[in-house]
């Protein structure tokens, strides 16, 4: 593997050892999250209370070094509350403008859809264009920027959906699951006392993190990947299964995350098995079943599965771009 991709792999494994020090038995979900950190993309972490999901976004915020704000996400929460306010000063006689928690570099939005689709609009532009716009000022935002956003997908009274509009703005959506009785085990012991979160030290900070953010992006695709993922997103459009297929913008998506995703693995170039691990992540929640689909109880994951079955899948003895192998 080239030096420089090397530094991926080694600061991605700095930041897994780091986070596994307080998360128990989510190793795929922590190599998730170092993808969509690598790729500078916004994780839904959506599960059943007492799971681990605000633990396991602030290990993750501490590990990376940076500014770090958390916004619990309530009823009367207003926008104000997420971007600032201009606040008139008497003795200037002018409005000050004063910066809310989104200016961080890791925000963690603690049950996202509590609040109301009023306040939800207030991320929309700071995650797709990593700027905010108050009383027709423009702000930007610092970098790398990202938007952990944590939601119960089981309570619906006092509760507000989020729209596509802004789950699209997630480059994932993950759901961690109970732990093995093992690590439930271990989780008993490790939190019997002090919470170990407060020991936790940052393995990178920011300005490296944009760095390797960008050595990811020379990820070499092969052809015959950018085709194959091509023909995953026409598929989903054609499918009668799907109201809703997958967008340009997943596309994209996907394919910088499958960068990111060769480069935390040791790999120089991207595979196919790459998009296939990250295709219900990256995918799953932006797909909308059709009328008939949601009547007979299909699931978008099942239809995301058989349409992973149906499209061919590419075969070659090396996907990367100069001939060689990596290890």
């Known amino acids: 593997m080239p030096s420089d991709l090397s530094r991926v792999a080694q600061a ?15 190793s795929r979900a922590i190599e998730l999250l170092l993808v969509a950190v690598l790729t500078e993309g916004h994780v839904l972490i959506e599960d059943v209370p007492g799971i681990g999901k605000t633990t ?63 306040a939800q609009s207030a991320l929309l532009e700071a995650m797709e264009e990593r700027q905010v716009t108050v009383d027709g000022t423009t702000y930007p935002l610092p970098r790398p920027f990202i938007v952990l956003a944590t939601q119960n997908p089981i309570e619906l009274e006092g509760t507000f ?17 109970y732990p093995a009785p093992e690590d439930e085990r271990a989780i008993l012991h490790r939190f019997s006392r002090a919470s170990p979160l407060a020991a936790l ?29 091509i023909a995953l997103a026409t598929a989903s459009r ?17 394919y910088r995350a499958a960068q990111s995703l060769a480069a935390v693995r040791g790999r120089a170039y991207v595979t196919p098995d790459d998009v296939q691990a990250l295709a219900e992540p990256v995918f799953g929640h932006r797909l909308v079943p059709s009328a008939p689909a949601r009547m007979r109880g299909g699931p978008a994951g099942e239809l995301l599965a058989k349409l992973l079955e149906r499209v061919p899948v590419p075969v070659e003895e090396s996907w990367s771009l100069d001939g060689r192998r990596y290890p």
């Open 56 to 118: 396991l976004a602030k290990a993750l915020a501490r590990s990376l070094g940076g500014s770090f704000q958390r916004i619990q996400f309530t009823p009367d929460l207003m926008p104000g509350d997420i971007t600032g306010v201009s606040i008139f000063n008497p003795k200037t006689d002018q409005f000050e403008y004063r910066p809310g928690p989104v200016f961080a570099n890791v925000l963690l939005a603690d049950e996202i859809n509590r609040a109301t689709p009023r």
């Open 12 to 26: 991605a494994g700095a930041i897994r050892q780091n986070v596994e020090r307080v998360v128990v038995g989510h």
């Open 238 to 254: 054609g499918d009668p299964s799907l109201a809703l297929g997958i967008s340009p913008r997943a596309t994209l998506a996907l």
């Open 161 to 177: 959906p989020l729209p596509e509009a802004q789950i699209d703005r997630f480059l994932m959506r993950l759901r961690l699951g």
């Open 201 to 229: 030290e940052p393995a990178v900070g920011p300005d490296e993190l944009a760095s390797l953010s960008e050595l990811c992006s020379s990820v070499g695709v092969h052809a015959s990947v950018e085709n194959y993922l």
